[in-house]
């Protein structure tokens, strides 16, 4: 069983940083993509931002130039460093990998950007 433990939403005011933390534990033998997505009151969930087992990256054109998504294979963790954060980007943050062609899902974190 793998589980996935997020860390570091919060509340931040507009033009603040937060940085996430996802890492995921259990029976792991190959750890794929690793992704963000988010998911705002009344609106579909999103994906923001995604880091391939080679270390390529995409991001949505929301968030480019201000977040910067990376990995630490060694810890099976991936992260999402938010800068210049707007109110828009309040949202609930998920965390999904993929590992042994199955998808996991983190059970969210609180992002509230306030203006």
């Known amino acids: 069983q793998v589980r996935l433990v997020e860390s570091g939403g919060g509340l931040v005011q507009a033009g603040g940083s937060l940085k996430l933390s996802c890492t995921a534990s259990?029976?792991?033998?190959?750890?794929?993509?690793m992704n963000w997505y988010r998911q705002a009151p009344g609106k579909q969930r999103e994906l923001v931002a995604q880091?391939?087992?080679?270390?390529?990256?995409s991001y949505a054109d929301s968030v480019k130039g201000r977040f910067t998504i990376s990995r630490d294979n060694g810890k099976n963790t991936v992260y999402l460093q938010m800068n210049s954060l707007k109110p828009e980007d309040t949202a609930t943050y998920y965390c999904?990998?993929?590992?042994?062609?199955?998808?996991?899902w983190g059970q969210g974190t609180q992002v509230t950007v306030s203006s």
């Open positions: 259990g029976s792991i033998f190959r750890l794929s993509a």
């Open positions: 880091i391939t087992s080679l270390g390529s990256t």
């Open positions: 999904n990998i993929l590992a042994d062609l199955q998808s996991y």
